[in-house]
Every structure is written in structure tokens, then in C-alpha cells.
């Protein structure tokens, strides 16, 4: 059954857009985020304590580049209970629906070509909705700066780095050309998840966390994907069909997710490419990826004062509190 898409208002080219990737599983966190009646709730539609989601969050985050008619979300079919009243405030035809979750590569791939098809000179911010930022201003300004870059030079992308305060072996590393703390500069390689000792060593070259916040222009991003993964784009854009103008028939994409196989995009899709990357530092901003139980647990003891009692407003309830389910199970 074919869904019908409504265009917003007039075509715009050459615009910034912003796309959050909201489709994961969230299975590393699954045993905080399973209720006692058994329900399984994906980490980006809890919230810290009791606020609003991760997700809600990471869409006013989105705001800081986009205007609303100009932010998208790429979510899951199967959970719609969860997606429909956070991205209630979106243009219907800015949430993207996954039949079928095939990792991030393709989460991304199907919001750019759905994008493609409506501004083909877009300038894109893609951000991820399961993070948690402290100073988010600070964070606010790293974004814009990102895309004032992409929007610039449109064969480059970017992405953005935090800057370590220790050395985490779970977390993946960007590996800067040159120690640049105010300009965008390549990139040498990623270190995924390194040992404790090389962990210490790549701080001290000046390796950045990759918060996996991605900048570039719509063409840029879609090259990406043409060295190893070309096929896939061909087969999702046949099943788009320019979103703009025609319905979006769900059941031929169904059949086109069908034929896909799982691809990460950063170990499948940015790594094997690093040197045609750009990096960005972000200045600290508190920044943590929510990954795991123990990234949840010093997240919530790294809330300052203020920010628990915000999280308390009536602002778009997630749908299951972390804080209450860490204190539910004793962790």
C-alpha cells in the first residue's frame, strides 16, 4: 500500500537539512530498557529522569541548523507505538520509515536520497538520537560550524571529534593529519574500540572521539557509498522514486530491504575511507554516546543539580526513565 507523501510548501535548493538517524535497536541497552512486564523500549524513546526523550532531544539539538520543515528522522516500522507522538511536530513526509532495520549505512542512505530527490544541492547535518550533551550550547556552536564548512566546499565531509578527557576503550577514535584546534583538517585513520595502553597513546597524538556526527553536502555523502556499496544505492533510490512528487511505495521498498544486508556505517562505510574525511573538534561539552549500562550510569551521576530538576518538566515524556529503571534493578 503505497504511502502518500505531501510536500511542505514550495521545493527549496541548496538549503541546510538535518537528519536524525532514530531506527536503532538500542540491544546493548536492553537491559535497562526492558519494563517489568517484558516490553522492550529502544533507547531513543527513554529519557534520562522522567524528561523528554533522547530522541525529542536530539530533534531540538536539530534545531539549532534546521528550521522544523527542514528536519527529517529515519525510524523502524516496527517501532511506530514509539516514533508517532515525538516526531508529531514533523512534516509527515520528513519521517522516514526502515521496513526493516539493515544498520546505519542504509538508515542514512535512505533519508539522503529521499533528501536528493527534494533538494539535490542540499547541505546535510546528520545527528545521531541517542546522545547525551551537558553544555549544549556549546555543542550548538561545533554544529553550525560543521555545516558552515559543508555548505562551503561541497566535496568535503566533516565530522566532528570530542576531545578525550581519558583513555576510553570504548569508544572509537579519529585519527587527526595534523593537531588543529580551530579548522577542520583530514583524517589519517579510525581506531575502533582500542586497548587501554593504545587507548593512552592515541590521546596523547591527539586522536578525538568520534561522536558520529556527519556533515557534507547531499552528493558528497551519497559518493561515499559508490566504491563498495553502489548497489544498495541503486535499489533504495529505485524504491524512493522521487519522494517529493510520487507515493513512496512501502511495499517495494519492503522488497528492496529485503535484498540488503547489514551495513555499519562507520566501520563499513567511513573507515575503509578515512582519508577523504575532514575533522572538526568540538570544545568539552559533556558529551556521552549512551552505548552501554555503565555510559547510562556515569551519565546520570554526571547530571548537574539543575538539569535533573529540568528533566522533571512536562516536555514530551519519554517513554521509560533510565534512572528509574538503574534504580529499579540496583545498578
Given at each position: 500500500m503505497p504511502l502518500e507523501v505531501q510536500s511542505s510548501g514550495d521545493a527549496c535548493v541548496g538549503e541546510t537539512w538535518a537528519l536524525v538517524?532514530?531506527?536503532g535497536a538500542g540491544s546493548w541497552l536492553r537491559s535497562l530498557t526492558t519494563t517489568p512486564t517484558g516490553v522492550v523500549v529502544p533507547k531513543?524513546?527513554?529519557?534520562?529522569r522522567r524528561g523528554p526523550s533522547l530522541l525529542t532531544q536530539a530533534l531540538i539539538r536539530a534545531g539549532s541548523v534546521a528550521p522544523i520543515a527542514r528536519t527529517c528522522a529515519v525510524v523502524a516500522a516496527q517501532h511506530r507505538w514509539w516514533w508517532e507522538a515525538?516526531?508529531?511536530s514533523l512534516p509527515r513526509e520528513n519521517v522516514f520509515v526502515q521496513p526493516e532495520d539493515r544498520g546505519t549505512a542504509h538508515g542514512m542512505l535512505l533519508g539522503l536520497l529521499q533528501l536528493e530527490s527534494r533538494d539535490p544541492l542540499?547541505?546535510?547535518l546528520m545527528l545521531p538520537a541517542d546522545h547525551y550533551i551537558r553544555h549544549e550550547a556549546l555543542f550548538a556552536r561545533s554544529l553550525r560550524e560543521a555545516v558552515d564548512h559543508a555548505a562551503h566546499t561541497d566535496d568535503a565531509v566533516y565530522l566532528l571529534g570530542a576531545e578525550p578527557?581519558?583513555?576510553d576503550t570504548g569508544l572509537g577514535y579519529i585519527v587527526p593529519a595534523i593537531r588543529r584546534p580551530n579548522s577542520a583538517t583530514s583524517v589519517v585513520s579510525f581506531v575502533e574500540k582500542p586497548e587501554a595502553d593504545r587507548a593512552a597513546r592515541l590521546r596523547k597524538l591527539g586522536a578525538l572521539w568520534n561522536m558520529f556526527v556527519i556533515a557534507?553536502?547531499?552528493r558528497a555523502l551519497l559518493e561515499l557509498y559508490d566504491s563498495e556499496h553502489g548497489a544498495s544505492v541503486d535499489i533504495i533510490r529505485a524504491a524512493v522514486n522521487g519522494a517529493l512528487n510520487h507515493p513512496i511505495d512501502e511495499s517495494a521498498l519492503a522488497m528492496a530491504y529485503q535484498t540488503l544486508r547489514s551495513v555499519d556505517l562507520s566501520r563499513d562505510v567511513l573507515e575503509p575511507q578515512a582519508t577523504k574525511?575532514?575533522?572538526?573538534?568540538?570544545?568539552s561539552c559533556g558529551w556521552?554516546?549512551?552505548?552501554?549500562p555503565k555510559r547510562v550510569i556515569e551519565t546520570l551521576l554526571d547530571l548537574p543539580a539543575e538539569s535533573r530538576r529540568a528533566e522533571d518538566a512536562p516536555l514530551g515524556y519519554g517513554a521509560l526513565s533510565l534512572a528509574d529503571q538503574c534504580g529499579r534493578l540496583g545498578r
Open positions: 538517524l532514530a531506527g531513543q524513546f527513554c529519557s534520562l515525538p516526531l508529531g542540499a547541505t546535510v578527557d581519558r583513555a557534507g553536502s547531499v574525511l575532514q575533522v572538526l573538534r568540538v570544545p556521552n554516546d549512551l552505548s552501554t
